[in-house]
Structures are given as C-alpha cells and as structure tokens.
C-alpha cells in the first residue's frame, strides 16, 4: 500500500473519532447539564482522548483482526451457507448479528469479574464510579479488543453482511456512551430487557460490582439470574458513601488474586501491629 493512500486512511479514521466525540458532546453534555447539573461532572482531557482513541483507532484495528480471522476461517463454510445468509432480510441479519454479540458481551464480562486474569484488565474501566459520558471509553486496550472482536467475530464467521454489522457497532457504540452518561433515566419494567443508565450506574458501584453484567439487552441478566433492579442516583450515591472499606474488600472478594494481595496486606499489618 502506497504511504500517501495509507497516510490518507490513518486520517480518516482519526477525524472519524473526532466526529463520534463530536456528536456525543452536543448531545450528552447538554443533557447532564440540564438535567443533572449539581452532579454533571466537566470532561477530562485523558477520558476525551481515550474515547477518541477507541472510536478511531481502536475499532480499526479491531476491525483488521476480525477481517484476518474471518476471511481465514470462512474457507471452511459450506459456501451454500454463506449464500443462504447472505439472502437474508437487513432486519433479520442486523438482529441475529445484535444476539451473538450481546451473547458475547455478557459471557466475557460476567468472566471479567470472576477470573483474575481478565480482571486485571477490566478494573480499570471500574475506576469509573461518578458516571459521565466522556469516560466510557477508560478501559485497557487488551479489554476493549477482547470485547469488540469477541462481540463482533462470530457474525462475521456465519457470513454475515458488512452493513448489519456496521449498524450494529454504531448502534452499540452510541448506546454505550448513554449507558455511561449521568442521566436518571429509567425505562420501568421495560429495564429488564433493554438496559437503561440507571441500571448500568448501579453496576458500577462497589456494592453491585457482581451484578448486570449485560450491554444493551439486560434480559441476559434475567436469563442468568444476574439482574438487580436499578436505584435511583441518590440511592446509588448513598451506598457509595456509606459502604465501609471491609465491605468494599467482601464485595471484591470473588476475585483470587485481590484477596490474596488483601490477606498478605493485612498479615503484614498484623506484624507490623505487634512489633510495635
């Protein structure tokens, strides 16, 4: 590939991001503001290039590794398959691509919180505790390709068309960003199938760290007894504060690594206590 052409496209992803950062500053930061504007927090520099980073580059290369994975794994479909999927409706493919990948979402997150070794990645998009827009993105790289090319692979291996899959990473992309807003806002019962912010908010806090697990479609929370109601901002905030630091270390206690780092913490503690 020619430099210039490549320098051409590196461009275009870049202003791509920028867009996406764009558009999601007109429409949620007003809306914070208004709605939310004792809590509403001011974007961070750091948060705002993360979120561009993703939306760019981030997904660029995601979308290479899916593309090389794909065209080497397709060769072994029945190519009458890949035909009978390929005839299928935009809505039909469109809604089982949104499935796999939602399936997709649920499993390695919930495995996020349990195994150590994906933990490790996946806390740091738990640094996010006062929910805003521009912090979606705070996650480790290794996370946030493990979750787009998980999410997105299995679509593309059943022959999938490109368009449902473009619809539904944009779709999903725009749907995270609110999922993080700092928005009261919750669909009632309807919350138990489509996840709403406030439900997402309480999945954050460290009381709930082990709950909703689901990105759009909670009803896989229900499905696997992993959904708690949502609660108000208010409520959410109360429990933050009021959540003493042993509690803290019960709730994070699933996860072997941290409580072997917090025994050998408090041994040391202990030591230290009787020499003195």
Same mark, same amino acid.
């Given at each position: &590939?020619? &430099?210039?052409?490549l320098l051409h496209q590196l461009a275009g992803v870049g202003v791509s991001g920028l867009c996406f950062v764009a558009v999601c500053a007109l429409v949620f930061w007003?809306?914070?503001?208004?709605?939310?504007?004792?809590?509403?927090?001011?974007?961070?520099?750091?948060?705002?290039?993360? #979120?561009? %980073?993703?939306?760019? %580059?981030?997904?660029?290369?995601a979308a290479g590794i899916i593309y090389e994975i794909a065209f080497f794994l397709r060769q072994f479909l029945p190519q009458p398959w890949l035909l009978l999927v390929g005839r299928q409706p935009f809505w039909l493919q469109a809604t089982a691509a949104l499935l796999l990948a939602e399936v /997709? =979402?649920? =499993? %390695? +997150?919930? #495995?996020?919180?349990?195994?150590?070794?994906? /933990?490790? %990645?996946?806390? =740091?998009? +738990?640094? #996010?505790?006062d929910m805003t827009w521009s912090a979606t993105s705070r996650q480790h790289p290794v996370d946030f390709l493990l979750i787009i090319v998980g999410a997105n692979l299995p679509a593309m291996l059943l022959g999938i068309d490109l368009k449902p899959i473009v619809f539904l990473v944009v779709l999903e992309r725009i749907y995270t960003v609110l999922l993080h807003s700092n928005l009261n806002l919750e669909y009632g019962w309807f919350t138990q199938i489509i996840a709403s912010p406030r439900l997402h908010r309480l999945h954050h806090t460290p009381k709930c760290g082990n709950q909703n697990y689901a990105g759009i479609l909670s009803l896989l929370d229900v499905l696997g007894n992993t959904f708690q109601p949502p609660v108000t901002k208010e409520q959410a905030s109360e429990t933050h504060e009021r959540l003493p630091a042993m509690a803290i270390v019960d709730e994070l206690? +699933?996860?072997?690594?941290?409580? =072997?780092?917090?025994?050998?913490?408090?041994?040391?503690?202990?030591?230290?206590s009787q020499k003195m």
């Open positions: &590939m020619p &430099m210039e052409l007003p809306l914070e503001e208004l709605f939310e504007s004792d809590g509403a927090a001011r974007p961070k520099l750091k948060d705002l290039a993360s #979120l561009w %980073f993703y939306q760019s %580059f981030g997904l660029w290369l /997709w =979402v649920y =499993v %390695f +997150h919930r #495995l996020s919180h349990t195994l150590p070794s994906l /933990w490790k %990645f996946h806390r =740091v998009h +738990h640094t #996010l505790v206690s +699933h996860i072997p690594s941290l409580t =072997v780092s917090l025994a050998e913490s408090q041994s040391a503690d202990s030591g230290t």
